[in-house]
């Protein structure tokens, strides 16, 4: 027991976390709160150069006054997310996302109406990917705005990947698809031959 408490403990480092997400993986908590790491070998993505922009959204976010914001409040944006009854981010999950944003390697988008956070969702940058993390709502659209946000920032800044982990019946009007993990490796190498930032 002492020696898995010590591992885990040495991977929520932001610098041992950053090369298991290079590697693929991504950590969870259990009902228990226990964290592991995640390697499925069914990937799902949202292409960046394919995705599906639903023509609902467009109209509305045309006439909606939401205000979007990068890395304003991410640490905000990450406690959010874990605010809910069943969570797989857990306090001690949180922290380790604070690392990586020390180190520059964890991203928000925010939606902020009348001044207050509504929505928004957090990821992992390295080099041209971006791991997608979570999102939270509080006002009907709001994830699905801070998607579209996101899909526009990592397009213009020439990302090569969007990971979202697992398909859902919210990200596949997205156009999200699954993959294999060897073409999702393949996506990696392409996305770690580019030097760009958020």
């Not at 109209?59 to 006054?65: G, I, N, V």
């Not at 080099?127 to 994830?143: H, L, R």
Request: hydrophobic share 40%; with cysteine; glycine share 6%.
């Amino acid at each position: 027991m002492q020696r898995k408490d010590f591992d885990k403990k040495i991977l929520l480092e932001p610098e041992n976390m950053l090369h298991m997400y290079a590697r693929g993986a991504f950590p969870m908590a259990d009902l228990n709160g226990e964290i592991d790491w995640y390697m499925p070998r069914t990937r799902s993505i949202i292409p960046l150069d394919g995705y599906n922009f639903p023509r609902t959204l467009r109209k509305f976010m045309e006439k909606s006054d939401f205000v979007y914001e990068f890395d304003l409040n991410t640490i905000e944006v990450v406690e959010h997310c874990a605010s809910r009854q069943q969570t797989w981010i857990t306090p001690e999950l949180v922290q380790a996302y604070k690392g990586l944003y020390s180190m520059g390697n964890l991203h928000s988008v925010e939606i902020y109406k009348d001044n207050l956070l509504v929505g928004g969702l957090y990821g992992v940058t390295y080099k041209g990917a971006f791991f997608g993390e979570s999102m939270f709502s509080y006002v009907s659209q709001a994830s699905k705005a801070a998607l579209i946000k996101l899909i526009k920032r990592l397009r213009k800044k020439g990302f090569v990947l969007l990971d979202i982990q697992f398909t859902t019946d919210h990200l596949k009007m997205f156009g999200s698809k699954e993959i294999s993990f060897t073409e999702f490796e393949r996506l990696l190498l392409n996305a770690y031959r580019k030097e760009v930032s958020f």
